[in-house]
């Protein structure tokens, strides 16, 4: 008899969806979306094929020890309680002989979402606990629009629900590739919707994405890391035309004038015209045109940004920028509209009791430049030096930038121990590996994208030989002598029980049963009740209203007003490299040798253009260099890719020989140098050179 079961996976994909889990003699058979899930929600190809990774035969089932050097794969299996006694001796000898900040967390998103069986939160709490250890600060995702907003907005929850698409007139897609890339799981098809009543979608992008041929009515392409000078020649034109809308700017922000001296040329002698920003862009000057004028005159528009626009050089003031133009044409704060700012997550949620992270003193160095922290420590002007590395859900010698530096970190340490269910490139680093339990091996409530909480069930027993990452924990802190402040008294079940008896659901068998959790509300949209009286409610900015010019931002490291930037040109690397998100992978989750992430094969975008120029045909064997590193990958010739750029999807895992990568893993060429005040990443800013592969 086949047992159907509310399920929700939490992997980092920017949605979480409602599931249902079949089970038969213990086994699960399929996952398919929930009977009760809102009408435009679907589920991704990974959460519907996940079979494939809670039975493959790569799933660790027993603690490893290393054996062998670093990175070779030798290791030996050993028990529990040797691997627990073992873990709690190295640390107790690193917090005794360097003291706790001797430690560095590297959490990571492989469960993300759940209220109790988070891989950020839990290892938090359990560091906490156990001493001041080195944290890290901000993300890759979204460190530089997450730092930025707020200067502007006062905060960052200024997002939007996909229902409210549906008043729409135009959409703009700017840098969002919505259909691989999951702002919640009901966007693409709201998007999608708008595009079928005769709403425009345009989608600006160096590339022709699956968004452009299945969501977009038009393709805007741009040269990565050059977004803020379009949308500075598209203030240029609304301004110059008249097209602003003069009395929401006057109403609801401060700068407008300082930022208008700038966009004309008057504060520095350049006019961001359409014809100047084409030199720099590679967006025609009358698609700017036409694109600028067609942005004011529809009501209303929304502006969703994707994270690829604020991963370059300058990430910040693209962010801001988007904002900026959404202001200025009237559409921030409106029905159908919205502000500009990054989407996902962004509004309130059901509330949902947690855990909670114990109050410490941790010193903190950035995410993004955590190996450069570890090589260089205090010599290098960091907080601390690092002896070892506790890492939680995370692949970093897969999705950290230069992953050679990397490796060089974890060779550098003293220890390193994580938790996952692979042997990742990660993990092959690491002297002990713990084996964790996948999602639907679990019961837990998961928070998604919009106005949800879920119920997910365990719908099969754990394979055997793996344990819950709340569980490791629990044991190794009673180990180390903190195990009841760490627990709370409490197993899973239990904690489940408060975060229940803590929200806003009524009826909890009804929870349970469904899997499901509506808020009452799903046409938001974010600071509405700012436009709707600014005195009544003022922005959490020193003006109370939008600052278009934020001294505040100038005090932190930035400027004042958002500017133009873009990286140099480099005569020995003349081509951009961008690694957008696969349709196939949560980043490098499905990696390895799982047949989902086969699908999302490793080659490199490239225009017929610059493969002409380097004698390269579709199919060959090239390799992609510059000075962090070599990739050898197969070519795949189009038009679908502007000329001067190229595309690796990133979430490959690495395969290193004789220094040359042949899986595919963009972050061999990437770097550790962030883009600044945030200290965000920059990987859409790098430059490469491809030539035919000499094997």
Not at 358 to 372: H, I, Q, W
Not at 577 to 586: E, Q
Request: hydrophobic share 35%.
């Amino acid at each position: 008899m086949i047992k159907k079961t509310p399920v929700t996976c939490n992997l980092d994909c920017g949605a979480g969806c409602p599931l249902t889990a079949h089970v038969e003699n213990g086994k699960l058979m399929r996952i398919q979306n929930s009977a009760l899930k809102p009408a435009h929600a679907s589920a991704c190809p990974v959460g519907l094929n996940y079979t494939e990774m809670l039975y493959s035969p790569d799933r660790l089932t027993s603690p490893l020890l290393r054996t062998g050097p670093r990175g070779s794969g030798e290791f030996k299996e050993i028990s529990w309680d040797e691997a627990m006694d073992y873990a709690a001796e190295k640390l107790t000898h690193l917090k005794e002989t360097y003291g706790a900040e001797s430690l560095i967390r590297l959490g990571g998103s492989g469960s993300c979402r759940g209220a109790l069986h988070n891989t950020a939160s839990l290892p938090e709490r359990f560091l906490g606990l156990w001493g001041n250890y080195t944290e890290t600060s901000g993300n890759y995702s979204s460190q530089a629009t997450s730092f930025s907003v707020p200067f502007v907005l006062g905060t960052n929850k200024a997002g939007f629900d996909p229902a409210t698409l549906e008043h729409a007139n135009m959409i703009i897609l700017w840098g969002a590739n919505i259909s691989d890339v999951r702002f919640g799981n009901e966007t693409a098809r709201r998007i999608s919707d708008a595009k079928n009543r005769g709403a425009s979608v345009v989608v600006i992008d160096p590339r022709r994405s699956r968004s452009v041929k299945h969501l977009g009515t038009e393709w805007v392409a741009v040269v990565p890391g050059t977004d803020t000078i379009l949308m500075a020649a598209i203030l240029h034109v609304l301004i110059t035309e008249t097209l602003i809308d003069l009395d929401f700017i006057n109403t609801y922000s401060i700068g407008f004038e300082e930022l208008k001296q700038y966009i004309i040329g008057e504060s520095d002698g350049i006019a961001k015209t359409p014809a100047w920003a084409e030199e720099r862009c590679g967006t025609p000057s009358q698609t700017i045109l036409s694109l600028a004028r067609r942005y004011a005159a529809t009501d209303p528009v929304a502006l969703i940004p994707g994270l690829s626009i604020q991963r370059t050089l300058g990430g910040e003031d693209a962010a801001r920028m988007a904002v900026i133009l959404q202001t200025v044409t009237g559409n921030a704060g409106k029905m159908g509209g919205s502000w500009g700012a990054y989407m996902g997550g962004r509004l309130p949620k059901p509330r949902c009791g947690g855990m909670g992270v114990l109050e410490t003193t941790p010193v903190s160095v950035p995410v993004y430049r955590f190996p450069d922290a570890i090589l260089g420590g205090k010599k290098a002007g960091f907080p601390s030096d690092i002896k070892g590395i506790y890492t939680v859900g995370g692949n970093f010698l897969s999705q950290g930038s230069d992953i050679n530096k990397n490796i060089r970190a974890f060779n550098q340490v003293e220890f390193s121990i994580c938790h996952d269910p692979f042997m990742t490139p990660t993990a092959s680093y690491c002297d002990l590996v713990l084996p964790t339990t996948l999602w639907p091996e679990r019961e837990d409530i998961i928070t998604p994208s919009g106005n949800f909480l879920l119920y997910s069930h365990q719908a099969v027993a754990p394979l055997e030989g793996v344990k819950n990452d709340y569980d490791i924990f629990c044991e190794l802190a009673e180990r180390l002598g903190f195990g009841d402040k760490f627990s709370g008294g409490k197993d899973a079940k239990e904690w489940l029980e408060v975060f229940l008896a803590d929200s806003d659901i009524d009826d909890m068998n009804a929870f349970r049963e469904t899997g499901i959790y509506s808020g009452p509300d799903h046409h938001r949209v974010g600071l509405s009740e700012f436009i709707d009286d600014k005195k009544a409610n003022p922005l959490n900015t020193p003006s109370g209203l939008i600052e278009i010019v934020s001294q505040a931002y100038a005090e932190a490291g930035g400027s004042a007003l958002p500017h133009c930037q873009h990286d140099a040109p480099d005569k020995q690397h003349p081509l951009r490299m961008i690694t957008p998100h696969p349709r196939f992978r949560i980043h490098s989750q499905t990696g390895g040798n799982t047949l989902m992430g086969k699908k999302d094969k490793a080659t490199l975008w490239l225009n017929n253009t610059d493969a002409k120029k380097r004698n390269i045909e579709d199919g060959d064997l090239v390799a992609i260099t510059n000075d962090r590193g070599r990739i050898h990958v197969e070519a795949s010739v189009s038009e679908n890719i502007m000329e001067g750029v190229v595309c690796l999807l990133e979430g490959a895992w690495p395969v290193i020989e004789s220094g040359v990568d042949t899986g595919g893993s963009p972050n061999m060429l990437t770097s550790t140098e962030p883009t600044l005040p945030s200290e965000g990443s920059r990987t859409h800013s790098v430059r490469v050179e491809v030539s035919k592969a000499t094997t």
